[in-house]
């Protein structure tokens, strides 16, 4: 495998973690209209993407394999609850 095929597979490991993570901020904006918001949109959005990068690096791990349905499941509830913590927590 040289860099670049490496490279893509890197991406493509990574691109559900920041689909969520920016429609999930941008959509939590949109709804969430009445709260102050301490942090900006890309703060929200990069801990989201930690998030859910950790979650997509443990089920690869616990499956040994990417692409399963349990682990984009962990992915949303992982960022799901990021969003909630920092909505809870920088008020």
Known sequence: MGPLDLLLHLLN?????????????????????????????????????????????????????DGKMATYAALVVACAASQWAVGRHWR
């Open 13 to 65: 490991f990574l691109a559900p973690a920041l689909f969520v993570a920016l429609v999930l901020t941008l959509l939590a904006r949109l709804f969430m209209k009445n709260k102050a918001v301490a942090l900006a949109w890309y703060a929200q959005a990069a801990i989201n993407f930690v998030a859910g990068v950790a979650a997509l690096g443990a089920g690869l791990a616990f499956f040994g394999r």
